[in-house]
């Protein structure tokens, strides 16, 4: 049985990983990223809506 708060967890917790694995991806194929050792603009990006996930997992 799952209870609403429960997937409500799930949730945020499948937003945190596919943001985490997004940017991931991005940093093995961007050759800003890869060449400089710093985020781009785009890696900025999915970084915040990495972190903004997690704070929502965090607040649950
Ligand atoms: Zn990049």
């Known amino acids: 049985m799952s209870s609403p708060v429960r ?9 945190v990983q596919r943001t985490y694995r997004g ?7 961007c050759d800003e ?8 603009s785009t890696a900025e990006k999915v970084w915040q809506a990495y972190q903004a996930a997690q704070s929502e997992v965090r607040s649950l």
């Open 33 to 40: 990223c890869r060449a400089t050792g710093n985020q781009c």
């Open 23 to 29: 940017w991931i991806e991005h940093a093995s194929m």
């Open 7 to 15: 997937r409500a967890i799930n949730t945020v917790e499948t937003a």
